[in-house]
Nanobody, 115 residues
Framework: QVRLVESGGGLVQPGGSLRLSCAAS????????MGWLRQAPGKQHELVGT???????VYQESVKGRFNISRDNAKNTMWLQMNDMKPEDTAVYYC?????????WGQGTRVTVSS
């Protein structure tokens, strides 16, 4: 059973940093690309960035230079390091993968950027 569990969300001040984790189980993590998505209040989901099984990363334009996605295949974990955070980064953040043609999401972790 595929399982994705996000953690690390919380309240952070503008300009601050936060690190989210996504713990994966139930599939061969090292074989799968992964992604981070977010949903801001009242808005649709948007892709934050993706990381291939080999570690190549693509970011949404608005987070380039501020966010960093990484993974450790030995730990079945992916991270999202968020720096210089802005109020518009406020959202529920999800990790996502595809296994055997089926899309899987975690339950999400809430991030609020506010002073």
């Amino acid at each position: 059973q595929v399982r994705l569990v996000e953690s690390g969300g919380g309240l952070v001040q503008p300009g601050g940093s936060l690190r989210l984790s996504c713990a994966a189980s139930g599939f061969k993590f090292s074989d799968r690309g992964m992604g981070w998505l977010r949903q801001a209040p009242g808005k649709q989901h948007e892709l934050v960035g993706t990381i291939t099984s080999g570690g190549s990363v693509v970011y949404q334009e608005s987070v380039k230079g501020r966010f960093n996605i990484s993974r450790d295949n030995a730990k079945n974990t992916m991270w999202l390091q968020m720096n210089d955070m802005k109020p518009e980064d406020t959202a529920v953040y999800y990790c996502r993968t595809w296994v055997d043609g089926v899309e899987h999401w975690g339950q999400g972790t809430r991030v609020t950027v506010s002073s």
